[in-house]
């Protein structure tokens, strides 16, 4: 590849440069070749240039190019390819941690410090903090509340030279407000859904007397009095009061009625928010006195807290990556350590200028006063706020170059490099025309390298399809998810599209053409929220997706589930970690089985006891054991080996005897679950070091989780699969086709509890006597400097994702308006890019289905036909269940959904407690509210009614005496299928059973008493129904019929034949009613009941 003419202007500059280098300029190809230069022609050795960027993979990829192009070219000096070996190429931290490695008394540090990383880092500040706020006097506290100070503190901490600063500046907030009411108002005024609305009102007119006309007449007069800045605060009042009830469109002969509505609508709900923001109607007041009196305390807490820890960081001989950089700049305040420097480094090059922070640009500066410099960066690509990167640095250094008289006697220059070698012409153009009005002086015009583009629209050659824009066309629908899902589903069907028809793209290996392949499309959202479920859309249109990572590894379902291990083995009185092991793919119990489970614990008189000791108690089978496979015995033997294994070995072997991994690679998004159990072990393994006990490693983590540290989740290869990942890890990354959804999504509304600049000075938010959130003018102005950086920022932001694609890019966004999309409007309205309309359709309404598993590869067995249920075990009143619905049956026994309503859970709990009574002889209703604290006492005093019933009416009185057993356990297998039931009570020669049903309805309950007369080998089944009260006797004939019906209900509920009974009967009183598809709709058809026998 030969360089550009721009590329060689930079490359092979004699002095100082300053390269703005555009998104896929080869500005890494144009650094090696600089740095050969300084190498050749200047005469440099390797060991006297500094090259420095942000990230170690980046700092990496450059000296290997480096090393290629002297390897090449130079082959036969092996002493420049030695000295690259030790040569200063790394990220602005090893060059800050070398300086304070070599001079460590002008730094200030111990010669032999550690530098913790970022996880480490978060954790020991999180502790030594709270052990600095107790040492603070008590003074302090009776004007800042300790936990204010425990808000604001750690904000000052991560970037205290900027905080110092910001403490010794002094600003008068009269000063302040005048400007933000003029900038508010331009902002207002500037608005492009105000303008648009504004420019209607005097579209249209109604006749006098109209409530609309007269609204539009206040409307205007408001707008008015804010373009003259006359009483803004009264004008936004009086917008937001003016009344569109009323009115009639027959009053508005030349039409305009309804888009005056929605015009005033828009001004009113634009008003209502700047009133919000409280920056027109600023003024002086009580806390703006207060936050003057208590900023010189909260100054002494930041001195001290930042000494105090300076003191421990020394004693443990610690620094973190902020310590390194005010370090570094104070070693360098040392006239002989800059001259050392100074001789010693002849050349500097700095990749990714824009996301220095002023603390790097300040030692940067003392660092290479004699030096010829060389920085690329591209102020367009400057999306790292969070980090205190600002573009401000980069532009001022562009201009000190520029101005300069120059580095070692020779003058500097700025060198645009604009030429595309990614992104075609006809893309290009486009978003050279979006972002040209919204970057302002920023923007940078890209030639493309390629002319020609990959395809053409072969139905209307004249309107290209490299850059689309959709928003979903919610209408009435007002729920968000929804749209999320036709957004999603929309980008699944799009690239299935350009996959079925082999969409061309460039290749950049041939230079020629080839069909697109999943692993040349990529989705690029601003965070990482959204990206699951459009993984789980393009699954379930069987395109291969990877989510490349993002997101907290401790938020992920792989580490909460090993996390819950852990803190079991670390304390089996844990019952919420016990229960979500016992749920988790370790052992899959179903919520079903854990609820029946808790239903039958045993309870010891006086005693408090852990699930665990219960389920060890337990001697009923079934609930946690399966074919050689018994969850009791594997944690116990984890518990025995938790004592002389580190909890990584732990993990390996409770994966080992539970399968697993086994079971999550069988999931959707099988690779990501995996590289999250991975990293998870990783985690825990470096926790582990010096200390492997699973008490320290538990303890580590609920701390790491206390300081609220993101733990970054391990990176996936894409292959050939769609990779789904955030904008700031796309960046410095290309594909053919490019997807930025999610266009709407709002960002949380947060206000920080303090804003600080060492240009304005320092602001609290306070609190009045309601505990309500005051802001004093200072903040209210700090607040709208940080919103102006954050939406110049997400312009930026939207920069870089665009021109991560090199063919084709499509924008979505779930609604027609907010966030990003109203940021980008300007832009795609000067392109003239019309967004099209995504329709809601009825397949939005729920959720993708997640892909089956590949089938294993050789000579198997095809599985043909149903799967079935999977169960083994049922409850013999289940068979009621599915008499009445087997839908409902499904929903409560194999889906475990514990419906909807507090109808039926009411009757439950009576009926429950009807049996608890009748069992053990309980009539009085203090005795029997203690099993059921939450019911009322009239709901006590029907239980006492129906077991009043039972001991009263003649026909029972032959079943309360005799040789009857209560409260008898069953078990009785019918195929494949365990039934266990309890028989309320058992005789010599029946079975009865109590029901308190509204209704008598025994044929619902004939599979249930067969099975209790089967079981015991009774001829007689008998219910009493306590609410008439009455008898009920089933004939004995009508058994042997019973017994075949039972045997083919076991056989479909096997085959999982789930059809419902979708009667009004059966509707009507269901708690699935509400979420079920199938549920009876009043339409005039005709009831069905059973063909009853009796």
């Not at 960081?313 to 040392?334: G, I």
């Not at 004592?643 to 990501?672: F, K």
Request: aromatic share 8%; glycine share 6%; with cysteine.
């Amino acid at each position: 590849m030969t360089l550009t003419t721009e590329q060689e202007k930079a490359a092979y500059s004699s002095g100082s440069v300053a390269v703005i280098a555009g998104a896929g300029t080869g500005k890494t190809y144009m650094l090696a070749e600089r740095y050969f230069y300084h190498l050749t022609v200047d005469g440099f050795s390797p060991l006297e240039i500094v090259a420095c960027t942000f990230t170690d993979k980046a700092a990496a990829e450059l000296r290997s190019r480096i090393r290629a192009t002297v390897s090449q070219r130079l082959p036969d000096r092996f002493d420049l390819l030695a000295e690259l070996e030790a040569a200063q190429i790394s990220t602005l931290h090893s060059l800050a941690t070398r300086i304070c490695q070599e001079h460590p008394e002008a730094a200030g540090v111990p010669a032999d410090f550690t530098v913790l990383d970022e996880l480490e880092s978060k954790i020991w500040l999180n502790q030594q903090l709270i052990l600095a706020l107790t040492e603070l006097p008590a003074e302090i506290y009776q004007e800042i509340f300790y936990s204010q100070l425990g808000e604001i503190l750690p904000h000052l901490i991560a970037d205290p030279i900027a905080a110092e600063r910001a403490f010794n500046r002094s600003i008068n907030p009269e000063h302040l407000i005048a400007q933000m009411q003029q900038f508010a108002l331009s902002e207002l005024l500037g608005n492009s859904q105000w303008q648009l609305a504004t420019e209607t009102l005097h579209q249209f007119a109604g006749l006098e007397g109209d409530r609309i006309e007269l609204a539009r007449k206040t409307a205007i007069q408001a707008v008015n009095s804010l373009k003259e800045n006359s009483e803004p605060t009264n004008a936004l009042e009086n917008l937001t009061k003016i009344n569109l009830q009323g009115g009639s469109k027959k009053k508005w002969p030349d039409g305009g009625f309804t888009e005056i509505k929605e015009a005033i609508a828009t001004l009113k709900k634009l008003a209502d928010k700047e009133i919000k923001r409280g920056r027109i109607n600023l003024d002086i007041g009580e806390f703006d006195h207060k936050l003057t009196a208590i900023l010189p305390i909260l100054k002494q807490a930041f001195m001290q807290v930042r000494e105090f820890l300076a003191a421990a960081k020394r004693k443990a001989r610690l620094l973190d990556f902020a310590d390194l950089e005010v370090y570094a700049l104070k070693a360098l305040s040392h006239p002989e350590v800059q001259e050392y420097y100074w001789q010693r480094w002849q050349a500097f090059l700095v990749d990714e200028f824009q996301d220095t922070n002023p603390v790097q640009g300040e030692f940067l500066e003392l660092l290479n006063s004699k030096a010829i410099l060389t920085i690329v960066g591209d102020a367009k690509q400057s999306i790292y706020g969070f980090r205190r990167a600002d573009v401000a640095v980069f532009q001022s250094w562009c201009d000190r170059i520029q101005h300069d008289s120059g580095k070692r006697g020779k003058g500097g220059e700025i060198v645009e490099l604009s030429t595309s070698f990614r992104t075609h012409e006809s893309l290009i153009n486009q978003i050279n025309h979006i972002f040209a009005p919204l970057l302002g002086n920023l923007h940078q015009n890209l030639t493309a390298f390629r002319t020609e583009a990959p395809y053409v629209n072969d139905i209307n050659p004249d309107v290209n399809t490299y850059l689309e824009a959709y928003t979903v066309a919610a209408g009435e629908v007002n729920d968000i998810n929804r749209c999320r899902q036709a957004e999603g589903r929309h980008i699944a069907r799009t690239l299935k599209q350009m996959l079925e028809q082999k969409m061309p793209v460039y290749d950049k290996k041939t230079g020629g053409l080839r069909p697109v392949k999943p692993g040349d499309m990529a989705i690029l959202s601003r965070t990482w929220d959204p990206l699951e479920l459009y993984g789980e859309t393009l699954a379930s249109e069987g395109i291969p997706v990877v989510l490349s990572g993002g997101g907290n590894l401790l938020d992920t379902r792989e580490a909460k589930d090993a996390w819950a291990l852990l803190r079991f083995l670390a304390d089996p009185t844990d019952d919420i970690a016990l229960v979500a092991v016992l749920r988790s793919p370790f052992f899959a119990i179903s919520d079903r089985t854990l609820f029946m489970i808790s239903r039958s614990l045993l309870t010891v008189e006086g005693k408090n006891l852990s699930w665990w000791e219960k389920i060890q108690m337990e001697q009923k089978p079934g609930f946690l054991e399966k074919p050689g496979f018994s969850a009791v015995e594997i944690l116990k033997q984890l518990l025995g080996d938790r004592t002389v294994e580190p909890p990584t070995r732990l993990l390996q072997i409770a994966d080992r005897l539970t399968g697993y991994t086994a079971v999550i690679n069988n999931l959707p998004g099988a690779p990501r679950r995996l590289a999250d159990w991975r990293g998870f072990m990783e985690l825990v393994r470096q926790l582990e070091t010096g200390n492997n006990d699973v008490f320290n490693v538990v303890r580590r983590l609920r701390q790491i989780a206390a300081a609220d540290v993101k733990i970054t989740r391990l990176p996936l290869e894409a292959e050939n699969a769609v990779t789904l990942m955030t904008i700031h890890a796309a960046k410095g990354l290309e594909w053919p086709v490019v997807i930025v959804p999610d266009l709407t999504r709002s960002k949380p509304n947060y206000s920080p509890s303090v804003y600080f600049d060492p240009a304005w000075g320092v602001a609290v938010s306070l609190s009045n006597e309601e505990g309500e959130k005051q802001k004093p003018v200072l903040y209210v102005w700090l607040e709208n400097l940080q919103k102006q950086r954050e939406d110049a920022e997400a312009l930026r932001l939207l920069y870089v994702a665009f021109t991560r694609s090199r063919d084709r890019l499509i924008l979505t966004a779930a609604s027609e308006k907010g966030s990003l999309l109203d940021l980008l409007r300007p832009g795609l309205n000067a392109a003239n890019i019309s967004v099209e309309k995504i329709p809601l359709t009825a397949e939005d309404l729920f959720a993708p289905e997640p892909p089956l598993p590949p089938l294993l590869e050789g000579d198997r067995p095809e599985i043909i036909g149903f799967v079935g249920s999977g169960l083994f075990e049922l409850p013999v009143t289940a068979l009621s269940e599915y008499t009445r619905c087997p839908k409902r049956f499904k929903f409560r026994y194999i889906d475990g959904h514990p419906g909807t309503g507090e109808g039926m859970a009411i009757a439950q709990k009576i009926g429950i407690l009807v049996h608890k009574a009748l069992e053990n002889n309980i009539r009085n209703p203090e005795t029997l509210s203690r099993f059921n604290s939450s019911l009322f006492p009239a709901q006590i005093q029907e239980i006492l009614s129906l077991v009043q019933a039972w001991d009263e009416y003649p026909d029972y009185a032959p079943y309360r005496q005799g040789n009857i057993s209560k409260e008898t356990k069953i078990t009785f297998k019918i195929d494949s299928i365990t039934f266990n039931g309890v028989i309320d009570l058992l005789g010599d020669d029946f079975v009865l059973d109590y029901k308190t049903d509204q209704i008598i309805e025994p044929h619902l309950h004939r599979c249930q008493l067969w099975v209790y007369a089967a079981a015991t080998e009774r001829p007689q089944a008998h219910i009493a129904y306590l609410r008439e009260p009455k008898l009920f006797t089933y004939p004995r004939d009508y058994f042997q019929a019973v017994g075949d019906e039972v045997k083919n209900i076991v056989q479909k509920i096997l085959q999982g034949d789930y059809r419902a009974h979708a009667w009004p009967s059966n509707c009507q009183i269901c708690p699935y009613a509400e979420i079920c598809e199938y549920a009876y709709q009043e339409i005039g058809d005709k009831m069905v009941e059973d063909d009853l026998a009796f």
